[in-house]
């Protein structure tokens, strides 16, 4: 086997360094490469160097100037490093270029995320979803990853016209990349189908649940969703301090007292600049967060960049086309702020949001009880007429109206009740007779 570098794109328990450039017009953080370190680390690397360089444009060769390559050819001999990943995304030639003038292999971030998420992948429906995009991500990138493509180009070794490993890698080669191309497109396509299948699947399920009162939670990666969930449901979800800790998504029933409930459904995590390969392959997963009646956004208020995250978050909204949809921002990690003056300039961006900790339980029942207070919506006043054998009605209303007053008539039930248009809808929904009294 080739020790070319290309041959595997895991980063774990390799010694690397972090490359970022930032181009003049982009926003500047006080620490440019903080969140890279945490996915490099995620990804089970060890960082042993950073640089940063600023410039008007990028390099077309080699996206980095060429005097930041010798630097960083050199701290990779210093530092012993395995792998160079680039906080930006980078084409395949650049790529190749970087790789021969440093001898390393070297990642950009959607190949970094990528590599995260496939280490991530518990589930069948995960890793299938997980596959199509790092096969969406790669398969243009076949002609300067593949390394055997070099070694069976055929025989030769000319440098004439038509020689083998010219300017198109002509003769058995270009076979070769051709037979590889389909093959990847093959599996592409068979793995849309599965997954529209499962995505097929998850609409039915999601709809099936619109007699109740749907809530999902989404935010950036470790900004605590999977804490909060088991906080309010007691669900048992996986929880680190890692990005991208779990993938799959969970639904639990939540009770918010007085016989009153909802669905609570945790969704994979959103960092910025997610790959557009997985936003698509993982909608079927985030299906939860498309249909659902209210999102609670889980933001980390101990984070120097939450607003930037919070930013990232409904980009990605925007992208699935949930944007728009009711939700109430949760600044999470109360508890672990260090500076109470950014929770006020916070409150005061964003003044219908809470300020809570999951991990504590601060703030919990005022979450709960807002969520009451959209699932029961504006309540009108009005009579209505239900059988009194129907008793999945007549629970339905002492659950999620207020009674003011009730009597019966033969074999009829009169209720004069305050409800919310949505909650009688749902009654309409699952019961049949119900009547609209004078």
């Keep these: 086997m080739s020790s070319d570098p290309r041959t595997s794109l895991s980063v774990r328990q390799e010694r690397a360094i972090l490359?970022?450039?930032?181009?003049d017009g982009e926003s500047r953080t006080d620490d440019p490469l903080a969140e890279l370190a945490e996915l490099a680390r995620s990804a089970g690397a060890e960082v042993v160097s950073r640089v940063v360089q600023r410039r008007h444009a990028i390099h077309g060769a080699t996206y980095i100037g060429k005097g930041k390559l010798e630097e960083i050819r050199q701290q990779a001999d210093v530092f012993e490093a395995d792998v160079v990943i680039f906080d930006n995304d980078l084409s395949p030639s650049q790529i190749r270029e970087i790789e021969e003038a440093t001898q390393r292999k070297v990642l950009d971030r959607s190949e970094l995320i990528l590599d995260i998420f496939a280490s991530r992948a518990r589930t069948h429906e995960a890793r299938l979803q997980v596959e199509l995009a790092q096969l969406e991500y790669t398969a243009p990138r076949l002609r300067g990853m593949w390394t055997h493509l070099e070694r069976i180009a055929g025989a030769g070794g000319g440098t004439g016209v038509g020689a083998v490993g010219g300017i198109g890698t002509r003769g058995p080669g270009e076979r070769q990349i051709?037979?590889?191309r389909r093959l990847a497109a093959k599996r592409i396509s068979l793995l849309k189908d599965q997954i529209a299948a499962i995505d097929r699947r998850k609409v039915r399920e999601v709809l099936a649940r619109k007699t109740h009162f749907t809530v999902s939670l989404v935010g950036y990666t470790n900004a605590g969703k999977s804490t909060l969930m088991n906080a309010m449901t007691g669900?048992?979800?996986?929880?680190?301090?890692r990005l991208f800790a779990t993938l799959d998504t969970l639904t639990r029933r939540w009770d918010l007292g007085g016989?009153?409930?909802?669905?609570?459904?945790?969704t994979v995590g959103f960092i910025r600049d997610l790959p557009h390969h997985l936003v698509a392959s993982f909608r079927a997963t985030l299906e939860e967060a498309i249909h659902a009646d209210l999102l609670l956004?889980?933001?980390?208020?101990?984070n120097s960049e939450v607003e930037r995250q919070i930013a990232a978050v409904?980009?990605?909204l925007t992208e699935l086309g949930a944007e728009g949809k009711p939700a109430l921002l949760l600044l999470n990690k109360a508890d672990a702020l260090?500076?109470?003056?950014?929770?006020?300039?916070l409150l005061r961006h964003y003044p219908d949001a809470l300020a809570i900790s999951a991990k504590t339980g601060q703030g919990l029942d005022r979450v709960r009880e807002a969520v009451d207070r959209r699932m029961r919506g504006e309540a009108r006043r009005m009579t209505l007429s239900v059988p009194v054998h129907d008793g999945r009605a007549l629970g339905f209303l002492e659950?999620?109206?207020e009674i003011l007053e009730r009597r019966f008539e033969d074999d009829r039930a009169i209720f004069e009740v305050a409800i919310a248009p949505r909650a009688l809808e749902h009654l309409h929904t699952i019961a049949a007779d119900v009547r609209h009294a004078e």
């Design 19 to 23: 490359v970022k450039v930032v181009l």
């Design 178 to 180: 051709e037979i590889d």
């Design 235 to 241: 669900a048992g979800a996986f929880t680190a301090d």
């Design 259 to 266: 016989g009153r409930y909802v669905l609570l459904s945790d």
């Design 297 to 302: 956004h889980v933001a980390d208020l101990a």
């Design 314 to 316: 409904r980009d990605v």
């Design 338 to 345: 260090a500076d109470e003056a950014l929770l006020t300039v």
């Design 399 to 401: 659950r999620f109206a």
